[in-house]
Structures are given as C-alpha cells and as structure tokens.
C-alpha cells in the first residue's frame, strides 16, 4: 500500500523560504511521477510543480516559476519542494501526489495517491 505523508510546513513572513518533504512507502516511489499542489481556502486545487521518475523532466506553474524548486531522491523515497521569496498569496494546504504510470501530468485528476497535505502560511 503507498502512502505520503508531507511535512515542512509552518508560518513564515513574505520574503521567506520552507522547505517542503514529502516521504512516499512502498516500493515504487522511483518509477512514478510526483508533483506538489495546493489548495488555498476558497479555491480549487492547483498544480505547483511536476518531476519525472527520472528527475530530468520538470514543470512549474507560472506562479511560482523561479521561486519553487522540486526536486526527489529515489534512494530514500522522498519528494521535496524548496520554496524561496515566499508570498502571502501562497497561503495553502500543499499536497504531495503520485502519478499514474508513465505519465507527468500536470491535472489533479490524473493522480492515484495522494497526501494528506501540510499547511503554509505566509504573513504580509
């Protein structure tokens, strides 16, 4: 059975930075897409980032595009998503997800796994 669990989250004031982890059980974290969301309250679930198996391929939404780095290590199952010049409107829940196999989607419905989400809150 997979299962995520993320962590990392806090308040923080603008300008400042987290550092998301996200650690995945079972065996197949390394051959599965992983991808961060979020969800602020209010609004829909959104997509934040996406990386391969292989870690060579990432996407960004261009919110947050030269502010968040995703980033995995197979070796330890784990998913992290650096975030720096954090804003008050990237107050959310953010969820780390797994993908269907052989897919780097950038939908929340093309996910199978899912965390239970940690929450970020950045003060104005």
């Known amino acids: 059975q997979t299962q995520l669990l993320e962590s990392g989250g806090g308040v923080v004031q603008a300008g400042g930075s987290l550092r998301l982890s996200c650690t995945v059980s079972g065996r197949t974290f390394s051959s599965y897409a992983m991808a961060w969301f979020r969800q602020a309250p209010g609004k829909e679930r959104e997509f934040v980032a996406v990386i391969a198996w292989t870690g060579t391929h990432i996407t960004y939404a261009d919110s947050v595009k030269g502010r968040f780095t995703i980033s995995r290590d197979n070796a330890n199952s784990t998913l992290y998503l650096q975030m720096n010049n954090l804003k008050p409107e990237d107050t959310a829940v953010y969820y780390c997800?797994?993908?269907?196999?052989?897919?780097?989607?950038?939908?929340?419905?093309?996910?199978?796994?899912w965390g239970r989400g940690t929450q970020v809150t950045v003060s104005s």
């Open positions: 997800a797994r993908a269907g196999w052989n897919t780097i989607p950038t939908q929340a419905q093309k996910y199978d796994y």
